[in-house]
């Protein structure tokens, strides 16, 4: 059995507020906020809304969002289905595609997970922390936390990690078996996550290293689209 999951955790004012499409009837599709405006709009859709009020995690709305992400088997929604697959809310998902993927990947390979290669960060920019860095600063939300950043890719790299890899990966969208490599990596992320900062791509290109055997990459866009914006 599988799922797909979104969410979305913030103000009205939020200008990444979005309901993307269903994107299949085939299994179950949840749809995570802390909204209630949000709550109610997704009523009126064929997601299976779930409201997080603040008291579920100690922490602020946009780090609610990375826990949902990182670690789908921590949620009881989640927890008992073979497979899920994350998107963030302002893509369009190809559901009959991904539906696909996911049989395969679970009844034909042996990886865990699948994500997409970044969309220039590999193809045409070095895959390095600094390049994500890079891209990431200017926006003023990432930007105020670059010298926590700089520390942060430091401290990896002098605890043995590379700043420059083969492959860089986009976090927006997620395959997972719920199994126990990909829960390992998901608790590991979140920790890297709650240590350093919102910027969870960076904090990605570090945690791939360590399980970049389970990992199968896919190009980026061949079985979604932006939608949101």
């Not at 507020?17 to 009126?44: S, W």
């Not at 078996?177 to 996550?193: D, K, L, T």
Request: glycine share 4%.
């Amino acid at each position: 059995m599988f799922a797909f999951y979104t969410c979305f955790f913030g103000e009205d004012s939020n200008q990444r507020n979005f309901i993307p499409p269903v994107p299949t009837t085939k299994y179950d599709c949840y749809y995570f906020t802390n909204n209630r405006t949000t709550h109610e709009r997704l009523r009126h859709t064929a997601w299976i809304a779930v409201f997080y009020s603040n008291h579920h995690v100690e922490s602020s709305s946009i780090m609610m969002a990375k826990r949902v992400k990182a670690c789908p088997h921590m949620l009881k929604e989640l927890r008992h289905y073979d497979a899920t697959c994350y998107f963030d809310s302002a893509l369009s998902v190809d559901g009959p595609t991904v539906n696909q993927l996911m049989e395969n990947i679970v009844k034909y390979s042996s990886y865990s997970i699948c994500m997409a290669r970044h969309p220039f960060i590999s193809k045409t920019w070095l895959p390095s922390a600094h390049s994500e860095l890079r891209e990431a600063i200017l926006q003023p939300r990432y930007a105020v936390q670059n010298d926590t950043y700089e520390e942060y890719i430091k401290e990896q790299t002098d605890s043995g990690l590379k700043s420059v890899d083969d492959i860089h990966f986009a976090t927006g969208f997620i395959i997972r078996r719920n199994n126990m490599i990909s829960r390992a990596m998901g608790e590991v992320w979140w920790s890297h996550i709650s240590k350093t900062g919102i910027l969870c791509q960076l904090s990605f290109f570090f945690v791939q290293q360590m399980f970049r055997e389970h990992i199968h990459d896919i190009q980026f866009g061949s079985c979604f689209s932006r939608w949101g914006y």
